[in-house]
C-alpha cells in the first residue's frame, strides 16, 4: 500500500506493480518455536522503499485470526522510532517451546501468538484497537496503512491471501517490496529472513544478547540483567536467549516455583533498571548456592501469574556455570518511609501500564519493580497481615501510615492503598513459619530477593527473617445489652456445615456466646447445607443449625431458635453443592419471631398495610428473588420480630464477592472493579424495599446488616443508603476502628450493619476476634448493634 487510507481489493496486472514509496508490511512468520521451526519467536518485518525515513510514532502492528469469530478482537503491539529509507524494521512477537536460532535484536517487541498458517496482521496508525472482521470493512478504515492476510484469511487484500505460510515458511514481499494491494500476487512463501533496522539477521547481530559466540565458556557475554530487565515493566529481550549472562546468586529456592536469584554485582546508573532476574529451572531442583558466582545462558520469559497480574521477568531453561563460590552479596536496598514513595501506581489510558517508562521515585509500585528480584531489607516492622496456612504475612514499612487502633493499616479510600505494605514469605523451609498477629513485630532484620506473585503483588522473599515479638493481641469481648436494649449482630461464619469439625462448632460459637456475649437476634452468612459440599440435591440446614446452637447452648449462651429460607439448589453461588444462606437465630426468652408462613426460594415477600399495622407477607421472606441482582447469588433474607411490644424487621445480606475485580497491584490501572455492577444492583434492590417500608411506616425500625463484600466508602454503600433512608454504622466509629476483615495487609469494612431513621438510640461495636489473628475460627469479625428500643423517637 501507500500512504495511510483505503485500499483496494481489485488486483492489479503483475505489470503494473511499482515499489511502495511509504511504509508496508515486508514479511510475516507465525511458526516460531513451534514444531520443526529454527527460530524461537513470530515476527512481522516492516520495509520502507522510500526516499525519507518513516516515522512510526504512536503506530502499532495489529493482529486478527484468518477466520475471526464474534468474540474475536484485533491484537495489538505499539511501535516506536521510524524506518530508515531503504531499511527494515523488526516487530518480535510470541515465542513457543521450540526452535533454536532467536531474532536479531528487536525494534519493537510484542506477544501476540500468530498463528503459523493462517492470520491477518495490520499497520495501523494508531494504537487503538480495529473492529472490522471482514475485507470491506477494513477497506473502509482509514487508519490502516497496509494490510496482509495469508493462509486462509477472510480479511486480505485483492484476489486472496498470501499462500504457503507454515511453521517453517514465511510470506514475503520481493526485495522491491512491490505493492499492487494484492496479497496472493505480493507475498511467496520461503525460509524466514528477518532483518532489523540494523541490517542484522539471526546470527549477524547479538541476537538477544548472545554475548559473543566462540568466547570462552567463562567469559560473561554482552548483556547483563539490567539489559534484560530495561526501563518498563517487560523486558525488551522477552522470548531471545540471552548468553553468560553474569551475576550472584541471592536466593534460591526449594519449593514451588523452583529457581533462583541472581545479582549483577557491577550496576548501571539507571535507577529505572533492576540489577537482578529470577532463573526459573522448570522440574528441575536449583544445584546452586548463596553466594555462587554464575554466568546464566537461557531464554528471557515475561512470566504472569494471572490474567490480571503484571509479569515477572525471568530466564528460563537456563544452562548454569559456576565461577566460583561464597562471594560477597550485592548490597540490600533498605525499604522504609523514606525510600518508598507516597503515590501508588501510575495509571494509563489505554489500560495496561506495562510499557510505560517506570518513575520509581514518584510512585511505589515502580520502585518495587525497579528492584525486582533484588535484595531488599526492612527493620523493626510492624505485622499488619496476619501469618496464613501458606507461610506469608505482611507488614508495613511506614509505620505512621493510616495506623488502626489495633496495630493494622486502615483503608479507607480507593485512593489510599496504602504503600508501605508488604509480603514477607520466608525461603528457610527448614523452620517454622512464625505465626503472627496483627501488630506484632517483626523485629531486627528482614532480607531478600523482592518477588511478585498473583497473591498480593510484591514480596520479600527473606534469607533472613527478623525474630517475631509477640505484642500481645488479645481477642475483644463486647458488654451484654442491658435489659431494655435489642442486640442485633452478624457474623460470616465462612461454609460452615454439619460435616465440619467439633473445634470449629466450637470457636464459632464461643463468638456468639462469649465475645458477642449472647445477642438476641444474629444474623448469620455461609451458613451450608446438611452436607456442604457434596452435590446431591440436599439443601436444608436442619443439621447444621442444630450442632451450631447445641455448641452456643454449650459455650455458655441461650437456646436460639432459627429461622431461614431454603435455595434452590446451587442457584445462590458459593461452593458448588454447599448451598450457602443466610439465617437468623434469636434467643425466645428475649424476643419473638412473627411466621407468615409461605415464604420459599423463588417467591418475595412484600410490606402490607393491615388493620394492625405494617407487615410482611411472609416471614421469613426473600426480597425479589427472581430479579436479575440475584443471579447466582445469595438473596437477602427478611424477617419481622417483636421486642417488648415494638416491632422490628431484620433484613439479612450477603452480596456477591470481588471474585473477578482486578487487583490493586495489577498491570490494569485504574483497576476494573467489575463485581460492582452486580453489588449496586442489589445494594439497589434493598434500597427500594426499605423504602417501600418507610412508604408503609415512616416509624419503622429496619436493621440492614451482613456481608456486602464493600467498603463504607463503595457505590454500593452509596446506592444502599440512597436518600438516607439507612445510616452504616461503620462511620459512627472513629476511622482507626473501622474494618471488619483484613486483605493483603489492608484492615478494611466488608461486613455492616446499617439502621432506619427511627433507630435513634444504639450502641455499635465491631468485635474483633478473627481477622487480625492467624488463628481464625473464621475470616470475618462479627460486629453487634444494641438498640433501646423505648427511646427511639415516633415522629
Excluded at 413 to 427: A, F, H, K
Excluded at 598 to 624: C, F, M, N, Q, W
Aim: hydrophobic residues 35%; glycine residues 10%.
Amino acid at each position: 500500500m501507500g500512504a495511510a487510507g483505503a485500499f483496494a481489493f481489485t488486483a492489479l496486472p503483475a505489470a503494473s506493480a511499482t515499489p511502495s514509496a511509504s511504509a508496508v508490511i515486508a514479511e510475516v512468520y507465525g511458526g516460531g518455536g513451534n514444531s520443526g521451526a529454527t527460530l524461537t519467536r513470530d515476527f512481522v518485518e516492516l520495509g520502507n522503499a522510500g526516499s525519507t525515513a518513516y516515522d512510526l510514532s504512536g503506530y502499532s502492528v495489529q493482529y486478527l485470526p484468518g477466520t475471526p469469530s464474534s468474540g474475536s478482537t484485533w491484537q495489538v503491539t505499539a511501535l516506536t522510532g521510524a524506518i530508515a529509507p531503504g531499511a527494515r524494521y523488526l516487530v518480535g512477537e510470541g515465542t513457543g517451546s521450540g526452535g533454536t536460532t532467536a531474532l536479531p535484536t528487536t525494534d519493537a517487541t510484542g506477544s501476540i501468538a500468530m498463528s503459523a498458517t493462517s492470520g491477518t496482521i495490520a499497520l495501523v496508525s494508531g494504537t487503538t484497537a480495529l473492529t472490522c472482521k471482514t475485507a470491506a470493512d477494513c477497506a473502509a478504515d482509514t487508519r490502516i496503512v497496509d494490510l496482509t492476510g495469508y493462509g486462509t484469511a477472510v480479511v486480505r487484500e485483492g484476489s486472496g491471501p498470501a499462500t504457503g505460510a507454515s511453521n517453517t515458511a514465511a510470506v514475503a514481499r520481493a526485495d522491491s517490496l512491490a505493492d499492487t494491494d494484492d496479497n496472493a500476487a505480493d507475498f511467496t512463501s520461503g525460509t524466514p529472513s528477518p532483518v532489523n533496522s540494523a541490517g542484522q539477521t539471526p546470527g549477524s547481530g547479538d541476537g538477544g544478547g548472545d554475548g559473543g559466540d566462540g568466547g570462552s565458556p567463562t567469559d560473561p557475554g554482552t548483556v547483563r540483567v539490567h539489559d534484560i530487565q530495561g526501563t518498563t515493566r517487560l523486558s525488551p529481550y522477552a522470548g531471545q536467549t540471552v548468553t553468560r549472562v553474569p551475576g550472584i546468586v541471592t536466593g534460591v529456592r526449594g519449593s514451588g516455583s523452583l529457581g533462583y536469584w541472581i545479582q549483577d554485582p557491577t550496576p548501571d546508573t539507571d535507577p529505572r533498571t533492576s540489577e537482578a532476574v529470577f532463573v526459573y529451572t522448570g522440574s528441575a531442583k536449583p544445584t546452586v548456592a548463596v553466594g555462587d558466582s554464575v554466568l546464566v545462558t537461557g531464554k528471557v520469559s515475561e512470566y504472569y501469574p494471572s490474567s490480571t497480574s503484571q509479569s515477572n521477568t525471568e530466564i528460563t531453561g537456563p544452562t548454569t556455570t559456576v565461577l566460583s563460590s561464597a562471594n560477597a552479596l550485592p548490597d540490600a536496598v533498605t525499604l522504609d518511609a523514606t525510600s518508598v514513595p507516597d503515590a501508588y501506581i501510575p495509571t494509563a489510558s489505554g489500560g495496561s501500564i506495562e510499557s510505560l517508562a517506570l518513575q520509581p521515585a514518584v510512585y511505589a509500585q515502580d520502585f518495587f519493580e525497579s528492584l525486582e528480584g533484588m535484595r531488599v531489607t526492612f527493620a523493626d516492622a510492624r505485622v499488619v497481615g496476619a501469618s496464613d496456612a501458606y507461610g506469608e504475612l505482611w507488614v508495613t514499612v511506614k509505620p505512621d501510615e493510616n495506623a488502626t487502633a489495633r496495630g493494622g493499616t486502615l483503608y479507607s479510600s480507593y485512593d489510599q492503598p496504602n504503600t508501605g505494605r508488604i509480603e514477607v514469605m520466608s525461603l528457610d523451609t527448614a523452620s517454622t513459619f512464625p505465626a503472627a498477629n496483627v501488630g506484632d513485630e517483626l523485629s531486627g532484620t528482614t532480607t531478600g530477593p523482592l518477588d511478585y506473585s498473583t497473591y498480593g503483588g510484591y514480596n520479600v522473599q527473606a534469607t533472613q527473617l527478623g525474630t517475631l515479638v509477640d505484642k500481645g493481641l488479645k481477642q475483644e469481648v463486647t458488654r451484654r445489652q442491658k435489659k431494655d436494649e435489642l442486640a442485633v449482630a452478624t457474623y460470616n461464619v465462612e461454609n460452615l456445615d454439619a460435616l465440619d469439625t467439633q473445634e470449629k462448632f466450637d470457636r464459632l460459637a464461643e463468638g456468639v456466646a462469649v465475645n458477642l456475649n449472647s445477642p438476641d437476634i444474629v444474623a448469620l452468612e455461609e451458613i451450608q447445607d446438611d452436607n456442604g459440599a457434596t452435590n446431591d440435591g440436599t439443601v436444608t440446614a436442619e443439621g447444621t443449625l442444630k450442632r451450631f446452637t447445641d455448641a452456643v447452648r454449650a459455650a455458655g449462651g441461650p437456646v436460639y431458635k432459627w429461622r431461614y429460607i431454603s435455595p434452590t439448589n446451587n442457584q445462590d453461588g458459593g461452593e458448588p453443592g454447599g448451598n450457602i444462606r443466610q439465617v437468623f437465630l434469636f434467643n425466645p426468652k428475649r424476643v419473638s419471631f412473627t411466621d407468615h408462613k409461605g415464604g420459599d426460594a423463588t417467591t418475595a415477600t412484600i410490606v402490607v398495610k393491615t388493620r394492625k399495622g405494617v407487615e410482611l407477607t411472609y416471614s421469613p421472606g426473600r426480597i425479589d428473588p427472581a430479579n436479575a441482582a440475584w443471579e447466582d447469588s445469595r438473596k437477602p433474607l427478611v424477617g419481622e420480630f417483636t421486642f417488648q411490644g415494638e416491632q422490628v424487621f431484620v433484613i439479612a445480606n450477603h452480596f456477591i464477592s470481588k471474585g473477578g475485580d482486578q487487583p490493586i497491584h495489577g498491570r490494569y490501572q485504574p483497576p476494573a472493579r467489575s463485581s460492582e455492577t452486580q453489588r449496586a444492583a442489589q445494594a439497589a434492590e434493598v434500597n427500594t424495599f426499605v423504602k417501600s417500608l418507610l412508604a408503609a411506616d415512616r416509624n419503622a425500625k429496619a436493621v440492614v446488616l451482613g456481608d456486602l463484600n464493600d467498603y463504607e466508602f463503595s457505590q454500593t454503600v452509596t446506592t444502599l443508603t440512597a436518600d438516607k433512608v439507612l445510616k452504616p454504622l461503620i462511620t459512627t466509629l472513629p476511622a482507626a476502628e473501622r474494618y471488619t476483615y483484613v486483605y493483603d495487609g489492608n484492615s478494611q469494612t466488608l461486613d455492616h450493619i446499617l439502621t432506619s431513621p427511627a433507630v435513634t438510640s444504639f450502641n455499635y461495636d465491631v468485635v474483633h476476634i478473627n481477622a487480625e489473628f492467624a488463628d481464625q475460627a473464621s475470616d470475618h469479625d462479627p460486629q453487634i448493634v444494641r438498640i433501646d428500643v423505648s427511646k427511639c423517637r415516633r415522629h
